[in-house]
Each structure stands twice: as structure tokens, then as C-alpha cells.
Nanobody
Framework: QVQLVESGGGLVQAGGSLRLSCAAS????????MGWFRQAPGKEREFVAT????????VYADSVKGRFTISRDNAKNTVYLRMNSLKPEDTAVYYC???????????????????WGQGTQVTVSS
């Protein structure tokens, strides 16, 4: 059983930055593809970014490309999401997800992930 715990969310002004962290336990983190998703009130959960376990390949949603950076530290069993130039439309609950089935292909659909964290709120004020 894999447990994921997100942290780092909060309230920030537009143009500001935040770094989200997701600590994993209970599995072999280095072999998992990790992803970040978000869900705003009244909207469906949407893909934000992913990083593969093998080559560290990253893929981003168009809405965050150039502003967000996903990274991982396998020694700390942690994946990060650095968010710069935040906009009010980035306001959402951000979820960390882990895919334990081996794949070298980046996964952008929520159904491709096995485990989810509880989420952390990010609020960007205008």
C-alpha cells in the first residue's frame, strides 16, 4: 500500500510562487511514475504535470507549461511541483498521484494512476 501526503499549498497573490511537495511511503518510489492533478470548484479533475520513473521525462498541461516545474528526489521519496507566475485560474485543490505499474510512457490521464494523496489547497488572489 502506497501513501502519498501533499504539503506546501496556501494563499498567494497573483504572480507569486509556491512549491508543493508530495512524500510517498509504503512502496518503491523510484519505480513509480508520478503526477500532479488539480480540481477547481465545480470542475473536473485535470492533469497538470507528470514525471516518469525511468528517464525522468516530464510532460505538462498547456495551461502551466513554462510556469510550473515537476521534479523528484528518489532519495527522499518525494515529488515536487514548483509553481511560478501563479494566476487566479490556478486556484484549485492539487493532488499528487502515483502509478505503480511500470511504464516508460508519460501518463496524463487520471485513470492511469493507482494511488492518490488527500490534496492540498492552492488559492491565488488577484
Amino acid at each position: 500500500q502506497v501513501q502519498l501526503v501533499e504539503s506546501g499549498g496556501g494563499l498567494v497573490q497573483a504572480g507569486g510562487s509556491l512549491r508543493l511537495s508530495c512524500a510517498a511511503s509504503g512502496g518503491t518510489f523510484s519505480s513509480y511514475t508520478m503526477g500532479w492533478f488539480r480540481q477547481a470548484p465545480g470542475k473536473e479533475r485535470e492533469f497538470v504535470a507528470t514525471i516518469t520513473w525511468s528517464w525522468g521525462t516530464t510532460v505538462y498541461a498547456d495551461s502551466v507549461k513554462g510556469r510550473f516545474t515537476i521534479s523528484r528526489d528518489n532519495a527522499k521519496n518525494t515529488v515536487y511541483l514548483r509553481m511560478n507566475s501563479l494566476k487566479p485560474e490556478d486556484t484549485a485543490v492539487y493532488y499528487c498521484a502515483a502509478r505503480t505499474k511500470s511504464t516508460a510512457v508519460p501518463i496524463t490521464r487520471a485513470g492511469g494512476y493507482d494511488y492518490w494523496g488527500q490534496g492540498t489547497q492552492v488559492t491565488v488572489s488577484s
